[in-house]
């Protein structure tokens, strides 16, 4: 059987009984989509026990999978450097050092995972025989619903390798279904490549330095019961408003609970109306690189965010986590394995993956109709749940849960 891919009739082959001895695999960001990627390297190095595994991505995500013990290395690549090229001599020559050192790497496999034309492009510079990603997009049907007056709208999650990339893959990994999570979805590579089909491992491995950092940046809570709060995420309908997460905030301290807000710099005006209504909230936004995030994540008793990456980590770091979803749709990209981490306003229009509040015509009622009280009961269901069987935990369960009590499930290398 031959297939044709950018022009060429590649023969389609079984890749099951082949060794590679240099591995490629691209997925550069965002920081979830890189916390999904993490459960493939554990099965790829039992695969390919000697082989060289890299891992392209971002300097910032860098910091989240560098010290895997699965991983030989990581190439970086410096998005917004690349994005000035042919703009000025650094930027360029910074891209041709990037291009030679793929080139020179000689790599057997490359995996994209990313699937856009730019990830496709690095893909192809390689040269390696075997380039895998996802085919091209299957068609989705259109929303309807007799409850509200939404039609025709265009499902906009994922429906495959996007911007005619997958005309750079010498195999294609087959689209089954579009309702998975991300992360079974990239698991549909162990196949191909005869994987084992044991459970994900999820662990991160942060450095000595992170965990250092995490316990400078938290100072006199390294010693006490704190909770997070990321009140930030990329999309502007994703956002859950902030006096509620703030009402989140204070029924933690009237737990004696302390609170962290957790973010990058474009969430301080929401940060500041929390740490408004909890006078005793710390504000860490802007101030943590993703390793860092990771290390006060892993210590937090409790989480409560949007759909984000810090959400992910939660779940990685076996941190008790609740996530407000509207817009996205938590069965792709919601807390793995943790259907009851989720609280959504369940209207008919959800999820629509609007990203910008001028498309959504009601009012982002789907954030909006989300209640304090009504995260407030998840998370107390969810840390009942972490409880240890016998103990008996009262209603301020986040109490109960004892520093550092699931470190075994982040390395420290």
């Known amino acids: 059987m031959f297939e044709r891919t950018a022009g060429i009739f590649l023969k389609l082959e079984s890749l099951q009984s082949r060794h590679f001895s240099r591995i490629l695999l691209i997925k550069p960001s965002a920081l979830g989509d890189v916390v999904h990627t993490v459960p493939l390297l554990p099965k790829l190095r039992t695969r390919y026990p000697d082989a060289r595994i890299d891992w392209f991505i971002t300097p910032e995500n860098a910091e989240l999978v560098r010290h895997h013990p699965a991983l030989s290395g990581v190439v970086l690549f410096d998005r917004k450097k690349l994005a000035r090229f042919g703009r000025g001599w650094d930027a360029t020559l910074e891209s041709f050092r990037l291009l030679a050192g793929l080139r020179r790497a ?10 856009q034309m730019r990830s496709a492009l690095f893909t192809l ?14 068609s989705r049907e259109p929303t309807e619903s007799e409850h509200h007056e939404l039609r025709n709208v265009p499902q906009r999650g994922w429906a495959g390798a996007r911007e005619g990339s997958w005309v750079a893959y010498s195999h294609r990994i087959p689209i089954e279904t579009l309702d998975v999570h991300a992360i079974e979805r990239y698991l549909w590579l162990g196949p191909m490549l005869g994987l084992d089909d044991a459970p994900p491992d999820e662990r991160i491995y942060l450095s000595p330095a992170a965990e250092a950092d995490a316990e400078r940046l938290l100072g006199g809570l390294v010693r006490q019961r704190f909770a997070a709060l ?11 408003l902030p006096e509620r997460f703030a009402e989140v905030g204070q ?3 009237g737990q004696g609970v302390a609170v962290v807000v957790l973010g990058t710099n474009q969430d301080r005006e929401r940060a500041k109306v929390i740490v408004e209504r909890c006078p005793g909230a710390v504000d860490l936004c802007g101030r943590t690189t993703p390793g860092q995030l990771a290390a006060i994540v892993k210590r937090a008793a409790a989480c409560v965010t949007n759909d984000s990456g810090a959400m992910h980590l939660a779940v990685a770091l076996e941190t008790p986590v609740v996530g407000v979803f509207g817009p996205t749709n938590p069965v792709h990209i919601g807390p793995y394995g943790q259907p009851e981490a989720v609280v959504r306003a369940g209207l008919p229009c959800s999820p629509c993956n609007f990203r910008n509040l001028s498309q959504c015509p009601f009012g982002h009622a789907c954030m ?33 849960r004892s520093h550092g009590g699931h470190s075994d499930r982040a390395g420290t290398t």
């Open 106 to 115: 000689r790599y057997e496999l490359v995996i994209d995972l990313h699937g």
């Open 368 to 400: 909006h109709q989300v209640s304090g009280a009504m995260v407030i009961e998840r998370l107390e269901s969810a840390l009942r749940e972490k409880m240890p069987p016998g103990v008996e935990c009262r209603a301020s369960s986040v109490a109960c």
């Open 125 to 138: 510079a390689t040269g390696a025989p075997v380039r895998i990603g996802f085919d091209r997009p299957v």
């Open 251 to 253: 029924w933690f301290e």
């Open 230 to 240: 990321a009140p930030g995420t990329m999309w502007e309908t994703k956002h859950w």
